[in-house]
């Protein structure tokens, strides 16, 4: 079956560093998006990994293992205004997304 | 640029009656998507477009029907609407099938 885990929920502080990470198990594979969704709010795209290693946008990073059937999303510099749910989504070659659940992120000062 | 709307921002209605929630895009992407989102369960995939005239099903179709007149507009109808149909409706569109999603703003529906 289809399947995608990530925690449910993280806590970090300001100005550390976090790392949000999500495994998979897909039929196929095209390509792992990372989304950012603040509570009440749409998602929007940080990040997209196709080939294995790491993207760098700033402060946020994201690497992928395909053989592993593994990604994380790292995020440096923590700002209050990091304080979102995470999402992970497995494009599995027939041209639907798979979404985990989602990463809510908890910044204290 | 407006992007995606969708309309109404928020809706509460009486189990059995219909619904129609908007959706539009001026971006001109080909694809466009229905989804829900439940706490816990994330997005789920209820129908799809993959160009202006086509449809398909997702993951969880049932009670939900979509049309696809033209590129930009591409509205879910709830025929009749159950309690378990209540949950944030998020409409979203790609320039192709594999391409990165573009959300809109959401519809939060919830049925009584």
């Known amino acids: 079956g289809q399947n995608i885990d990530q925690p449910t929920e993280m806590t970090a502080t300001e100005g550390a560093i976090v790392q949000i990470n999500c495994t998979y198990q897909?039929?196929?594979?095209?390509?792992l998006f990372w989304y950012q969704q603040h509570a009440g709010e749409a998602p929007t795209f940080l990040s997209y990994n196709v080939l294995d290693g790491l993207e760098e946008k700033g402060r946020f990073s994201s690497f992928l293992s395909r053989s592993k059937g593994y990604s994380y999303l790292l995020l440096k510099e923590l700002q209050m205004k990091d304080s979102a749910s995470y999402l992970c989504?497995?494009?599995?070659?027939?041209?639907?997304?798979?979404w985990g659940a989602g990463t809510k992120l908890i910044i204290k000062p | 640029t407006a992007g995606i709307t969708q309309a109404p921002t928020s809706q509460i209605l009486a189990a059995g009656r219909s619904m129609t929630l908007r959706c539009t895009q001026d971006?001109?992407?080909?694809?466009m998507y229905w989804y829900r989102q439940d706490l816990g369960l994330g997005l789920r995939l209820i129908h799809y477009?993959?160009?202006?005239?086509?449809?398909g099903k997702g993951e969880v179709p049932d009670g939900y029907s979509v049309s696809r007149a033209n590129t930009d507009d591409f509205p879910l109808t709830l025929a009749s609407a159950v309690p378990s149909q209540t949950s944030v409706y998020f409409c979203a569109s790609s320039s192709g099938e594999t391409d990165t999603q573009y959300f809109g703003p959401g519809t939060r529906l919830t049925v009584l």
């Open positions: 971006m001109r992407h080909n694809a």
């Open positions: 477009s993959n160009t202006a005239g086509t449809t």
């Open positions: 897909t039929s196929g594979f095209n390509g």
């Open positions: 989504a497995v494009d599995d070659s027939n041209y639907q997304l798979i």
